[in-house]
């Protein structure tokens, strides 16, 4: 069944390029960034993965710890790396889930039948502190992510776990928020006793807290 907005992400115990990890455990009171390729030694898979081991600091920063996955074996990514290395002049600096049973790639769904029986799709769940899972996106495989849209919304899941605020179409990070509407007036003007632009009643736009 698919995975929603809310779930607590299963827990799974695995062999990965860093040992085994049970997952839970090992995310602790992080964040945590969960995603698959569909397959090693696949030339998309190579820049999303070099790419992704360039934002460690990044992801660092945000407390969020990355985990990949496909169905290959730990001996395959491990193999890979070099290649990524080789290309993307950086290796892979976070475990690489070896699924070839499958087991984590069927619990998390991670496997469209329709688009391929043998390959995951391009999936990314974004995990919180809670083990509840904050955001989910699935791309096919002809098609890269963009890990900096990765991080972006992270930040907008970070502010927006503990303010009462939303953040707006292609917000980033240290741009205007919009206060929720659940807010009162008065209750605002008490968490932003500086004011804010209301555009409409429902669109209060005010500076990011
Ligand atoms: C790729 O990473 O380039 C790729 C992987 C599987 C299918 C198609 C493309």
């Avoid at 827990?11 to 964040?31: C, M, Q, R, V």
């Avoid at 899972?133 to 900096?148: C, E, H, Q, W």
């Amino acid at each position: 069944m698919a995975i929603r907005l809310g779930d607590i992400a299963p827990d799974f115990t695995a062999d990965t390029t860093e040992g085994t990890i049970s997952f839970h455990e090992w995310k602790g009171d992080s964040w945590a960034v969960l995603f698959s390729h569909p397959k090693d030694f696949t030339p998309v898979c190579t820049t999303e993965l070099g790419y992704t081991a360039r934002l460690a600091e990044q992801f660092a920063a945000r407390n969020v710890k990355v985990i990949g996955l496909s169905c290959d074996t730990v001996e395959d990514h491990i193999a890979w790396s070099q290649d990524i290395e080789d290309t993307q002049g950086i290796s892979p600096n976070f475990p690489m889930i070896g699924d070839a049973d499958r087991a984590v790639a069927d619990l998390y769904d991670m496997i469209h039948p329709n688009a391929s029986d043998t390959m995951t799709v391009r999936s990314v769940f974004v995990i919180g502190p809670d083990n509840a899972v904050k955001l989910t996106i699935t791309y096919p495989a002809s098609t890269g992510r963009n890990f900096d849209e990765v991080l972006r919304v992270i930040d907008s899941l970070q502010l927006t776990a503990t303010k009462k605020v939303a953040t707006p179409v292609n917000w980033q990070h240290g741009d205007d928020v919009i206060i929720v509407p659940a807010l009162s007036n008065d209750e605002a003007a008490e968490l932003f006793p500086d004011g804010w632009d209301e555009q409409k009643p429902y669109l209060r736009v005010v500076s990011q807290p």
